[in-house]
């Protein structure tokens, strides 16, 4: 069974920092795209980060720029997202996905797994 799952969420205060990781299973994620999305409570899914492949290559949203950083870790089939000075608004449910094209994308609809999600609260 091919999974990704979400881990690292929690409760922080306003400025501080949290570590999501993404282990993969099931088959290698090595040559995908893959990249974090959030959704908070009454709003549409929005796009966070992504990295290529090789991780060389990555993209971020206005809001995750200078604040958050992702990264990956082939070996382990793991991706992360570190996230520092988190803000209230930051507060969401964090998901991460896949997609077999080796470069990332802004566009949910381009992704093939998906993660089930881990909880952010940040407290302010």
């Known amino acids: 069974q091919v999974q990704l799952v979400e881990s690292g969420g929690g409760l922080v205060q306003a400025g501080g920092s949290l570590r999501l990781s993404c282990a993969g299973s099931g088959r290698s994620f090595s040559s995908d795209g893959m990249a974090w999305f959030r959704q908070a409570p009454g709003k549409e899914r929005e796009f966070v980060a992504a990295i290529s492949w090789s991780g060389d290559t990555s993209m971020y949203a206005d809001s995750a720029k200078g604040r958050f950083t992702i990264s990956r870790d082939n070996a382990k089939n793991t991706a992360y997202l570190q996230m520092n000075s988190l803000k209230a608004e930051d507060t969401a449910v964090y998901y991460c996905?896949?997609?077999?094209?080796?470069?990332?994308?802004?566009?949910?609809?381009?992704?093939?797994?998906w993660g089930q999600g881990t909880q952010v609260t940040v407290s302010s």
């Open positions: 996905a896949a997609h077999s094209r080796r470069y990332g994308s802004r566009n949910a609809a381009n992704y093939d797994y």
